[in-house]
């Protein structure tokens, strides 16, 4: 049996479920997928396979220091031409790194003994290849993890992995037997910075299982209920959001309520912008909600908004799983109208878009779908056939699976 290594910053984390949902896709595919989380798995999501994932992960950072120097030795004595050079590698890319900052450069030195440390427990598991998620530091140890093993990696990047936090992106883009691109966009994207022809770049979605998620019928109750679902940072606009729906509720009248679930660093400020709504426009901050929870409130929702922008540092959304999910439900959406969206949503069709940062226009958007209840309906029954069409889950495993050496 083939088996694929996959490396994650956090895995299974709460905020990442396109990447263990696609681990599971794959096993029922019948491919052996083996995880690596960079960082200690998250516990407590709800569900006994991903408690069993957290166990059976291999943990790097986490591993503790006595695994770790262990395994490097075993690395160095096993492999030691290979040991070298790869070490030697990482050293010239953290020297030459275009794209790498001063204050980052070192850790690309302590992401490669990493690597060569996870390389050494893996020596008798039979890899046939390495995939990770995110540009960044996922696939930085899967790169040089694959090198020390003499196999293939691969990737698939997102958002703030190929912005903010983009690290040897060109390198990567070179040395990848393939990278795994969540839009049309993105493979745009990785062209203009390295000649790769579109069958090293496939187009392959992180989707949702449409077969799991049924559409529902919107409740349609007294008050518009809008849900707005991630981390509550900048890029979200959840600001914008909550701005808007005030605007909304004091130029028409209408009785509003904003479910917005998520943790992060902008959670005062929200709550700030929240207190001093009108009296019309209710809201509930659920903080950290389990996806099987989120799941639930889409089912009680009129429509979600995620009006994302990009920030000040470039730090911007790929394609949220949380649009898919509300779209499978057959909830309308309201979305930022970034270029990798626009595959996703288009506007006036499957959903409705709105220019980054415009609340004017998010106002005037929400106010037309609070006049026109049958509109909602509409885009939302569009949403749910695009993301059958496209998005869907099992469809995507096997784009990516048939990528994978050995498939056929």
């Given at each position: 049996?083939?088996?694929?290594?996959?490396?994650?910053?956090?895995?299974?984390?709460?905020?990442?479920?396109?990447?263990?949902?696609?681990?599971?896709?794959?096993?029922?595919?019948?491919?052996?997928?083996?995880?690596?989380?960079?960082?200690?798995?998250?516990?407590?999501?709800?569900?006994?396979?991903?408690?069993?994932?957290?166990?059976?992960?291999?943990?790097?950072?986490?591993?503790?220091?006595?695994?770790?120097?262990?395994?490097?030795?075993?690395?160095?004595?096993?492999?030691?031409?290979?040991?070298?050079?790869?070490?030697?590698?990482?050293?010239?890319?953290?020297?030459?790194?275009?794209?790498?900052?001063?204050?980052?450069?070192?850790?690309?030195?302590?992401?490669?003994?990493?690597?060569?440390?996870?390389?050494?427990?893996?020596?008798?598991?039979?890899?046939?290849?390495?995939?990770?998620?995110?540009?960044?530091?996922?696939?930085?140890?899967?790169?040089?993890?694959?090198?020390?093993?003499?196999?293939?990696?691969?990737?698939?990047?997102?958002?703030?992995?190929?912005?903010?936090?983009?690290?040897l992106l060109e390198a990567k883009l070179r040395r990848a037997s393939f990278v795994s691109c969540i839009s049309g966009w993105h493979r745009a994207f990785y062209q203009s910075l390295v000649p790769r022809t579109d069958e090293d770049l496939p187009v392959i979605r992180c989707g949702v299982d449409t077969n799991a998620i049924q559409p529902v019928a919107r409740p349609g109750g007294d008050a518009l209920v809008v849900l707005a679902v991630g981390r509550l940072v900048e890029k979200k606009g959840f600001d914008l959001l909550i701005e808007a729906l005030g605007a909304v509720a004091a130029g028409c009248g209408a009785r509003l309520h904003l479910t917005l679930a998520g943790g992060g660093p902008e959670e005062d400020k929200l709550r700030a912008l929240c207190a001093v709504l009108p009296p019309r426009v209710t809201v509930d901050l659920l903080g950290e909600t389990t996806n099987d929870a989120v799941l639930g409130l889409m089912k009680s929702a009129d429509l979600l908004a995620l009006p994302c922008r990009v920030t000040t540092t470039g730090d911007r959304d790929g394609i949220p799983v949380v649009l898919m999910e509300a779209m499978a439900h057959g909830c309308c959406v309201v979305a930022g109208d970034l270029e990798p969206i626009r595959e996703l949503v288009e506007d006036g069709v499957t959903g409705r878009t709105v220019p980054p940062g415009d609340r004017e226009a998010l106002e005037s958007v929400l106010a037309e779908l609070l006049a026109d209840p049958e509109r909602i309906d509409t885009l939302g029954r569009a949403g749910r056939r695009r993301v059958e069409e496209e998005f869907d889950l099992a469809l995507n495993a096997r784009r990516l699976a048939s990528c994978f050496p050995g498939a056929g």
């Open positions: 049996m083939t088996r694929i290594l996959y490396v994650a910053a956090v895995l299974p984390a709460r905020s990442e479920t396109f990447v263990y949902r696609e681990v599971q896709a794959l096993s029922e595919l019948g491919w052996e997928i083996v995880t690596a989380s960079v960082h200690a798995p998250e516990r407590g999501l709800g569900d006994e396979r991903l408690e069993r994932m957290a166990d059976e992960s291999l943990k790097l950072y986490s591993a503790g220091s006595a695994t770790f120097a262990l395994h490097l030795a075993g690395a160095l004595l096993r492999r030691p031409l290979r040991f070298v050079s790869t070490l030697a590698r990482a050293l010239a890319d953290a020297l030459a790194g275009r794209d790498l900052p001063l204050p980052r450069r070192p850790k690309v030195i302590v992401q490669a003994l990493h690597a060569l440390a996870l390389a050494h427990r893996l020596r008798s598991r039979r890899i046939a290849h390495v995939h990770a998620h995110m540009a960044h530091v996922p696939t930085t140890i899967a790169m040089y993890c694959a090198r020390w093993l003499g196999i293939g990696f691969s990737f698939t990047g997102h958002a703030n992995d190929l912005f903010p936090q983009r690290t």
